[in-house]
């Protein structure tokens, strides 16, 4: 008895829904929907993270160029850390070494000179439309601390600043002047 209930229903032309195709269409969008927009957020973390990658690395290139330049220069006085940074400013590259060594290596990259704010201190404020650039700020004094007492130290703070997706990435390095 079930074989031939079993085989009515197989040989009978009822179709799918109008309904029935609505509901399932709308599940497929659903999963897909959701599915799209894991991977639209995948690729847009990926990229971001990316470009944070990128800045991070020409900052700390461009960083580090700058400070083996200043130590090669083995600058011992303030007024010759003044000097250099005149050379920057002047923005010949054949005239400072920094800047032809910084300009090899990230063309775009812009000096920005150190200001003074109102309490006397140096500060360095990089414009928003510039992706690249670098700043020196001489005579700054770094307190080290040891066991056997505390140490002042006076050199020449390197600043550069990358833009990146996450907004700008500021690094900062410090090279003492040569005794």
């Keep these: 008895m079930k074989v031939k209930k079993l085989k009515k229903k197989l040989r009978s032309k009822r179709g799918l829904t109008l309904l029935e195709i609505l509901i399932g269409i709308t599940i497929v969008v659903i999963v897909f929907a959701s599915t799209l927009g894991a991977m639209v957020n995948g690729f847009t973390t990926t990229v971001y993270n990316a470009d944070e990658n990128r800045a991070a ?29 005149q050379d ?31 309490s006397g201190n140096p500060t360095v404020n990089f414009p928003n439309d510039v992706s690249y650039q ?3 700020i001489p005579d700054v004094k ?12 006076i050199g020449i703070q390197i600043k550069t600043c990358f833009e990146s997706a996450a907004g700008p990435i500021i690094y900062e390095s410090f090279v003492p002047y040569a005794k």
């Design 57 to 85: 690395i020409l900052n700390s290139s461009v960083n580090e160029i700058i400070m083996n330049t200043v130590q090669k220069m083995n600058i011992s006085q303030p007024e010759r850390a003044d000097d250099v940074i």
């Design 88 to 118: 920057i400013q002047s923005g010949d590259p054949t005239h400072s070494v920094i800047l032809a060594a910084v300009t090899a290596a990230v063309p775009e990259a812009r000096f920005v000179p150190a200001t003074t704010d109102p």
């Design 134 to 136: 670098y700043s020196l």
């Design 142 to 153: 770094l307190s080290m601390e040891s066991p056997t007492g505390g140490t002042d130290i």
